[in-house]
């Protein structure tokens, strides 16, 4: 804001307008900057009054309305002074200076938005020219992009036809060229042809080339070209090659050339050659001897020349001189002589000490036992040196021959058909399967077992000399070779090592039964009935499986093919299958026997009804033991079937993760093997059936004991003494449940599934039987009858643990049979009308009544069983 025109500050607004300028709101306008630069001309003055009087007189408090707070008693004392015509100072003087400085801003403002105004239309007018000017600008270069675009796109198709040009030119050079190098050579040839042509065993007037030795390579590579040339006209026109050199003539063709190219070959042109050097030197009779010599005996002086030139290279290390010869030795019969006397002359092939350490590598000390992991050890360690050697080979063969391929080939050959058969041979000695190993000396498993290592380390070695480099050799298919002789019996040989260790187990079972055996001489009879029986071991079915499992890593190892394979595995699983159905068979079996000892031992103490109460006590006294041995036998027989069924499960269980996935990729061999498991397992099964059935037989002949010794007469038929009736079970149906539940624990946890529910219902069907004809031997009445009721309720709640609803039914319809010992006569006939199936056995039940002669109920109800009929 600016001051006053004239630039001096003035105490009045209304002397000197306000003048505003629009670069005040510019920048970092604040509207609080602009409201103080307004007012801070007056407010100052103000200021200094209002100081002055708070100096002078009194103090008094401003209110925010602009009035001033007056002190009680300042504000009395100006009462009673009210008449006195005392004037007053307004509180704001300045209010009407400020308002007119604020009216002359608000109109200075209104005249800068005008003035803003015109200058932005002003301006919007030349924004809309100057972007019609710009449009115009860019149109016209749009127009000119495009025309340079297209300038472009012919240049560049100019370009291209100029470089294809340019090209088709280049390859007509080059052919043209090429022509021009091929017809010099050509000529080269036909002169050179010409000279071996000129006259028979005249190599003496050849070209400097064929007789200078720093240019054999060059000279060999022309003999190779001009011969093979010569042949071909001569198999063409159907000429034979003479045999002599005095045979041919020069008119005849090429015969000449042919002749002496293969002299010059076969080194009779350095014969000659070195004959006219220093035959001045020779008398006539030595010349002539030599020149036959020479014409006779052939020689590949030129080849053997070369050879002992790599010889001394490679000795030497000097990788371009063998390369060099390597090069020309190629034109002779390919360079075969130079890769195999290369691969003949390398020191693991000519030492005899490398091979003498291979075998203590592997070996070790003669006359020692080798174990399968020093074998893997010495392999390894050994493939690894031959590994690195070869791989070093490699090395210099790639530089030095111009096809390393082949030579590879040969050498990968030698190592596996040379070194790896030796030690192969002394580290592989097949055993007989007449005279078989010894076990405590590692027996055939020994054997398998370096096999499969020697089998796997091997074919690691194929792999790694593939990584290195073999050529077109079938590395893998030679390795396989070198174990033919082991594979074509190796399935022989596992079978016989799975029954090796079978029986070397058996032996080892049967020592340690006998010794358990003979710990038991002392025993009581009933307690080494059992415990002299040597248990079905779950361990040693597990050791089994181990085995055949090991052996099935080795089928899958050796076999290839799948259905090889499947032949393999199946005879190996079907080893295991015979094993353990003998194991657990004669386990059973065993297990049986105790049964069968302890039923004789009950056997040998019944006795008739007229004896001595001596010998009764005596009888009762060895049949309680009786009774231990065959609750002893069933517990035992009960443990094995449990031992079984877990051998059993196992079995399953590797065959269906372990033999299945490798029998499904052939037709018929899992459904085969499927088959012969059943087959295998029919045989325990029979014994564990047979087992179970003498199980049964011992509880109940138990149960018919008990019976016999605890049932009283008076249980049933308690006298009419006006006492209540006993509700109890009788003593007889208590230690029958006792016992059942004790011998019967074991059963419940042994037996699984449908097994368990067979035997608990077979079970519960000759109990409901046996009580049947035990209660036949009673008279009963109602009190009775009511004790017999609470007997039949005891039993039946200890056969629904069985979940055998047959069982479950027998017991509740012998529950409503109770009742005929109940009721009165006269309401008999009414009991049986829901249940017509159980009338049989319940007038077997109604004749058993105490009154059934004295109420004449045979008459009372022979029309009703005839009714019913």
């Given amino acids: ?53 708070s100096e002078g007189g009194g103090i008094h408090d401003g209110l925010p309305n602009g009035h001033s707070r007056i002190p009680s008693d300042a504000a009395a004392k100006a009462a009673a002074q009210g008449g006195a015509g005392l004037t007053t100072s307004p509180l704001f003087p300045e209010v009407d200076a400020l308002l007119n400085l604020f009216k002359d801003s608000c109109r200075e403002l209104i005249d800068l938005r005008q003035q803003v105004d015109s200058k932005l239309l002003n301006l919007k007018k030349e924004v ?77 007037e050849l070209s400097p080339l064929f007789s200078d030795d720093s240019r054999v390579a060059e000279a060999a590579s022309a003999a190779q070209k001009l011969r093979a040339f010569a042949e071909e006209d001569i198999g063409r026109h159907g000429m034979s090659v003479p045999s002599g050199m005095g045979n041919a003539t020069a008119s005849r063709g090429l015969e000449v050339a042919v002749a002496n190219l293969q002299d010059y070959c076969n080194g009779r042109f350095w014969a000659f050659w070195r004959l006219h050097c220093f035959s001045f030197s020779l008398s006539a009779p030595i010349k002539v001897t030599y020149i036959c010599f020479v014409y006779f005996c052939p020689c590949l002086e030129l080849e053997n020349r070369l050879l002992s030139r790599f010889d001394a290279a490679s000795q030497r290390r000097e990788l371009s001189t063998m390369s060099e010869c390597a090069k020309i030795l190629s034109q002779f019969n390919r360079g075969t002589s130079a890769m195999q006397h290369y691969v003949r002359t390398r020191p693991m092939f000519m030492d005899a000490e490398v091979m003498n350490a291979d075998t203590m590598l592997v070996l070790g000390d003669q006359g020692s036992q080798v174990s399968p992991s020093d074998v893997s050890r010495g392999l ?7 590994t690195d050697t070869v791989r070093k080979e490699a090395a210099t063969i790639m530089a030095v021959f111009p096809s390393p391929n082949d030579v590879m080939a040969i050498l990968v050959q030698r190592v596996l058909e040379e070194r790896v058969t030796a030690l192969l041979d002394k580290l592989l000695v097949k055993p007989s399967l007449v005279n078989l190993p010894p076990v ?12 499969a290592v020697a089998y796997e380390k091997t074919r690691e070695l194929a792999r790694d000399l593939r990584a290195v480099g073999c050529g077109d050799l079938d590395v893998e298919g030679l390795t396989e070779s070198l174990f033919v002789a082991h594979k074509d019996e190796y399935p022989e040989h596992e079978q016989a090592s799975l029954r090796q260790l079978f029986n070397a ?24 009935v059992a415990s002299s029986q040597q248990q079905i071991s779950v361990t040693v079915v597990t050791e089994f499986v181990r085995w055949n499992e090991e052996a099935i890593s080795r089928c899958t190892l050796f076999s290839s093919l799948p259905a090889t394979l499947a032949s393999n595995v199946k005879a190996v699983f079907t080893c295991l299958l015979d094993h353990v159905s003998q194991y657990i068979t004669e386990g059973l079996e065993r297990a049986r026997d105790s049964l069968n000892e302890a039923a004789a031992l009950r056997e040998r103490f019944v006795l008739g009804t007229s004896v001595s109460r001596r010998v009764a006590a005596a009888a009762a006294s060895a049949a309680e033991a009786a009774a231990a041995a065959g609750e002893s036998s069933f517990r ?8 079984c069924a877990s051998s059993v499960a196992i079995v399953q269980q590797y065959f269906t993760n372990s033999i299945s996935r490798l029998l499904l990729p052939v037709d018929g061999a899992h459904a085969a093997s499927c088959e012969e498991m059943a087959t295998a397992m029919s045989s325990a099964e029979g014994a564990a059936y047979k087992g179970l059935q003498q199980c049964i037989e011992t509880v109940m002949a138990e149960v018919e004991r008990l019976l016999s010794a605890e049932q009283k007469p008076t249980d049933y038929r308690s006298p009419e003494d006006g006492m209540a009736p006993d509700h109890r079970p009788t003593t007889a149906c208590t230690r029958v449940v006792a016992y059942l539940s004790r011998v019967l624990e074991v059963s419940f946890t042994a037996l699984e599934g449908l097994n368990k529910q067979a035997f608990l219902t077979e079970l519960g069907t000759r109990l409901h039987k046996g009580l049947l004809s035990h209660w036949q031997k009673y008279t009963f009445n109602p009190s009775g009858g009511l004790r017999l009721k609470r007997d039949i ?28 010992f109940i009721v009165a006569p006269e ?6 009308e829901g249940t017509p199936s159980i009338r049989k056995d319940a007038q077997r039940f109604i004749q058993l009544r105490e009154d059934y002669k004295s109420a004449k109920l045979a008459s009372r109800l022979s029309s009703l069983w005839q009714s019913s009929s």
């Fill in 1 to 53: 804001m600016k001051e006053g025109r004239d630039g001096s500050k003035s105490t009045s607004v209304s002397s000197l307008p306000l003048i505003l300028d629009i670069d005040d709101f510019k920048g970092d306008f604040s509207f609080d900057a602009l409201f103080g630069n307004l007012v801070n001309e007056l407010l100052p003055s103000f200021q200094e009054e209002e100081t002055d009087s």
């Fill in 128 to 204: 809309s020219v100057q972007d019609s000017k710009h449009r115009k600008t860019l149109s016209e270069l749009e127009k000119g992009v495009d025309g340079l675009f297209d300038s472009f796109a012919r240049l560049d198709s100019r370009i291209s036809s100029v470089g294809q040009t340019a090209a088709k030119i280049g390859d007509h050079l080059q052919s043209a060229d090429s022509q021009r190098e091929t017809a010099s050579q050509t000529i080269e040839l036909i002169k050179y042809l010409m000279e071996f042509n000129s006259s028979p065993g005249d190599l003496i």
């Fill in 380 to 386: 390894a360690s050994l493939y690894k040196e031959i």
């Fill in 440 to 451: 405590d000396q590692g027996g055939l498993l020994l054997y398998l077992r370096i096999l």
């Fill in 505 to 528: 187990k058996m032996e080892e079972l049967r020592a340690e039964s006998q010794t358990e055996s003979s710990g038991t001489i002392g025993r009581s009879r009933g307690a080494s």
């Fill in 636 to 643: 035992s027989f009960m443990v094995a079937v449990q031992r």
């Fill in 793 to 820: 309720t005891e039993y039946g709640e200890y056969v629904r643990s069985f979940n055998a609803p047959s069982v479950d039914e027998k017991f509740e319809l012998l529950g409503i049979m109770a009742n005929v």
């Fill in 827 to 832: 309401s008999l006939a009414t009991l049986f």
